[in-house]
């Protein structure tokens, strides 16, 4: 079986990700320490709306299919 390529939607939040953490590491106060942890809670809630958006394609992708019955309008 080939190996599934990561689509681009998927760099965004992995790149917040990093930037966050990167960002509470070298904070040297309590505010970048709370921009950085912002940061990285903004890459989670991109991922977690990303992967809701993957089972809502992938249910309309097996809806066109007929998975579900006959696919709608016909």
Request: proline residues 7%; positive net charge; glycine residues 12%.
């Amino acid at each position: 079986r080939s190996m599934t390529r990561v689509h681009p939607r998927w760099i965004a939040p992995a790149v917040l990700l990093a930037i966050g953490v990167v960002v509470v590491l070298v904070g040297a106060s309590s505010t970048v320490d709370i921009v950085g942890g912002g940061i990285i809670a903004i890459a989670v809630t991109v991922a977690v709306s990303l992967a809701f958006l993957e089972v809502g394609l992938s249910e309309d992708r097996a809806r066109e299919r007929g998975e579900y019955g006959p696919p709608p309008g016909r």
